[in-house]
């Protein structure tokens, strides 16, 4: 991991993204704090972006999932 300064990062940021692309981690610095850590995607985030990926389906076995809820709901007195 390479540190740079803020004032770097600004100066050369197409020349940092170059690097993280290839695989480098970076650590930001301002006034000699940490502020950002800029690094190469997680292999899952490849897939594309959350709401591209299909949803998650829920279903009950036998009923309507709708009706299911209900019927916890109407048991626990929610409703």
């Known amino acids: 991991m390479k540190a740079i300064t803020f004032t770097e990062f600004r100066r050369q940021a197409s020349g940092v993204l170059s690097d993280v692309e290839k695989g480098e981690t970076f650590l930001v610095l301002r006034h000699g704090k940490p502020i950002a ?22 279903t009950a076995k036998g009923a309507r999932l709708s009706a299911a809820i209900r019927e916890e709901r109407r048991r626990e007195d929610v409703l």
């Open 37 to 58: 850590e800029i690094s190469p995607p997680a292999a899952d985030r490849s897939a594309g972006p959350s709401w591209k990926r299909p949803g998650l389906r829920l």
